[in-house]
Nanobody
Framework: VQLVESGGGLVQAGGSLRLSCAASGSTFSINAMGWYRQAPGKQRELVAGITSSGGITNYADSVKGRFTISRDNAKNTMYLQMNSLKPEDTAVYYC?????????WGQGTQVTVSS
């Protein structure tokens, strides 16, 4: 499974971005997916997760009410809609997919929020 993120960039505080994660390869093996982020000098943290059907989602407390995770299984793509962005949201955002006993990661996309 290969994962490719896109949609990152520079945005002012209060603005919005939409991240995408396109999966290819053995996509039939993918179950749950999620978005993680890592800021400089900090550990990678879970931002949001979504089940295989998309019926259940979970969010870090810091992004609840501002971020929305979704997936389109027909397009093998997962999304993260980020609204009301804050400078503390600045990080590299990574796409993650669980398939069987394996976990897959994308290369990451930079999100920078200026104050």
């Amino acid at each position: 499974v290969q994962l490719v993120e896109s949609g990152g960039g520079l945005v002012q505080a209060g603005g919005s971005l939409r991240l995408s994660c396109a999966a290819s390869g053995s996509t039939f093996s993918i179950n749950a997916m999620g978005w993680y982020r890592q800021a400089p000098g900090k550990q990678r943290e879970l931002v949001a997760g979504i089940t295989s059907s998309g019926g259940i989602t979970n969010y870090a407390d810091s992004v609840k009410g501002r971020f929305t995770i979704s997936r389109d299984n027909a397009k093998n793509t997962m999304y993260l809609q980020m609204n009301s962005l804050k400078p503390e949201d600045t990080a590299v955002y990574y796409c993650n997919a669980e398939g069987g006993l394996r976990r897959y990661w994308g290369q990451g996309t930079q999100v920078t929020v200026s104050s």
